[in-house]
């Protein structure tokens, strides 16, 4: 690894991928690059179909036009991370299909991401960051768990907003924070998913089961161009492009915390730009770490009816 970008060659013969998202922009640069690795499946969960099987469609052109041919097989599943339901179909789905038995990399890449002009919530009626950037992963993991094969990876898109973030438990939604302050909710939801990523590490230890987080860098993405507060989407919207990164470049720390081997990496931690970073000091705190695991519990069986979530993860 050099200046944040992977440059490990390491094969994926074999290996099992599902992805939230990845359909466009960073995502589909690391469906790309795994498609290179020989990748042997790679499950897309994505709210539209159709994009997924368009980036499918582009990333086998792209395969053929290097000359070479493409024998990674890519399946697009729709899952709506903005509602619980979805994510609970999304999962059974996968587990009867006779297509997969065992999954190595669970990517949870997919986010609401930005500012938009007024706080959203989902169908469920919780606020969309909270949800889809942190709540529907931590439930997308417990019901895939049964599938994680050992010495599986857990990878988790978490943000340098983070490092602004706050978690009340009392008050989820955080109405006063979305107008105060320019990360909002979004730095809330990406540092509860820097917490999760930690506390995975410690609680599927015996399991041989590892789990990171990571920030892939400033890039310019509709969450960027669609900030509701002005100021801040030129700011950004300049440092992305004089500074950021590609797409590609964005997806690298992704694609490192996957071929990386796992004795040059640290379980539970937080990564940017292919290297360990400094993190909110926050995530630190095992009794915040054990309520918000709790509070998360509490949540799902709150609003999806009927639920069987194995509690022993």
């Not at 169908?123 to 768990?145: A, K, P, R, T, V």
Request: hydrophobic share 40%; with cysteine.
């Amino acid at each position: 690894m050099t200046n944040g970008i992977c440059l490990d060659d390491t094969k994926l013969d074999g290996k099992v991928i599902v992805i939230t998202g990845g359909n466009t922009g960073i995502g589909s640069e690391y469906v790309l690059d795994m498609t290179r690795r020989n990748c042997k499946h790679i499950i897309m969960a994505c709210r539209s179909v159709d994009k997924g099987k368009q980036c499918a469609k582009w990333v086998f052109d792209k395969i053929r036009a290097e000359g070479m041919v493409p024998t990674t097989v890519i399946t697009v599943e729709q899952c709506d991370l903005s509602s619980l339901n979805s994510v609970v179909q999304f999962c059974d789905r996968l587990k009867r299909s006779s297509i997969i038995k065992r999954i190595d990399y669970l990517i949870c890449f997919a986010a609401a991401t930005g500012i938009p002009i007024e706080q959203k919530f989902t169908s469920d009626g919780m606020e969309m960051h909270f949800q889809c950037n942190y709540l529907s992963h931590f439930l997308l993991i417990h019901l895939l768990f049964s599938l994680l094969n050992n010495g599986a990876r857990i990878i988790l898109t978490s943000s340098q907003a983070h490092l602004f973030g706050k978690i009340d438990l009392n008050n989820i939604s955080r109405l006063e924070r979305y107008d105060r302050h320019p990360f909002g909710t979004y730095g809330d939801s990406k540092l509860a998913l820097v917490i999760l990523a930690r506390e995975l590490s410690k609680r599927l230890e015996a399991n041989n089961i590892v789990a990171y987080s990571f920030h892939p860098g400033t890039v310019l993405t509709n969450g960027i161009k669609h900030n509701r507060i002005w100021y801040l989407r030129i700011f950004l919207t300049i440092v992305a492009y004089f500074y950021g990164k590609s797409h590609r470049d964005g997806a690298q720390t992704m694609i490192y915390l996957t071929v990386t081997e796992q004795c040059w990496l640290s379980n539970g931690r937080y990564y940017a730009d292919c290297a360990l970073a400094p993190y909110n000091q926050v995530v630190d705190d095992d009794k915040l770490a054990d309520q918000l695991w709790s509070h998360s519990y509490d949540l799902i069986e709150k609003y999806v009816d009927g639920i069987n979530i194995n509690k022993s993860v």
